[in-house]
């Protein structure tokens, strides 16, 4: 299953480093959403966005910043991170981004912050 | 704000036994109830969902039910099998992009 496409899988990162995540869907989806799994924690609900558009900012700290350039793509540019932020960073789409449908995960890329 | 509570943490079962995982949710407008199963370095996938209109749905070996006054929800597997080893999320949402998750339950199947 390609529907959903995450790169890179793994990073390893220090705190001075500026990295990208990067996540493309396939499915024709107009929603995609950003989503940090940490361990012993609930899926954490970062970024959405709608047709391009962001329309939640789940107060996440600026040095992770989101960017949408198409309905397709989805970034996540990390700048001065943290050890705590080494997470599973999960991206999903959603056919309309309007609740009540299935949401579709990406492979996700594991982050490890030195 | 809202949570949704997730129990046990852990689950281990013999193969053939059945399995259940419950929820809780707080928010009462939560009215869609997906389930996710998360393999080992594999993506979280939906296996089931139910809404608020409906008591329980089946779909083969796994089954939800949902009972809104106490405001919770149920995983059942039945006759587990050890493909069924995953992780499980459980969600809420009141009808809005905003999935609140359970904090995952570790399934295993003892061969």
């Known amino acids: 299953e390609t529907g959903v496409t995450q790169t890179p899988r793994h990073l390893v990162m220090g705190m001075t480093n500026k990295k990208s995540l990067k996540c493309e869907q396939h499915l024709g989806h107009n929603a995609m959403y950003w989503y940090k799994q940490s361990a012993k924690k609930p899926l954490e609900l970062m970024f959405v966005y709608n047709f391009k558009e962001q329309t939640e900012n789940n107060s996440v700290p600026s040095r992770f910043s989101p960017e949408c350039p198409n309905s397709s793509h989805l970034f996540l540019h990390l700048h001065t991170l943290q050890p705590e932020d080494s997470a599973l960073y999960l991206c999903?789409?959603?056919?309309?981004?309007?609740?009540?449908?299935?949401?579709?995960f990406g492979s996700g890329t594991q982050l490890s912050v030195l | 704000g809202e949570n949704v509570e997730q129990h046990p943490s852990t689950l281990s079962v013999q193969e053939g036994d059945s399995a259940v995982i419950k929820c809780t949710y707080s928010?009462?407008?939560?009215?869609?109830f997906p389930w996710y199963k998360q393999e080992l370095g594999k993506r979280p996938q939906l296996i089931i969902d139910i809404r608020s209109n409906v008591g329980e749905k089946k779909d083969q070996r796994i089954a939800v039910t949902l009972n809104k006054t106490a405001k919770h929800f149920s995983l059942h597997i039945t006759e587990t099998q050890p493909e069924d080893s995953a992780v499980y999320f459980c969600?809420?949402?009141?009808?809005?992009?905003?999935?609140?998750f359970g904090t995952g339950t570790r399934l295993k199947v003892l061969a």
């Open positions: 969600a809420a949402t009141s009808g809005t992009y905003k999935y609140i």
């Open positions: 928010d009462s407008a939560s009215n869609y």
């Open positions: 999903a789409s959603s056919p309309s981004g309007g609740g009540r449908e299935k949401l579709f």
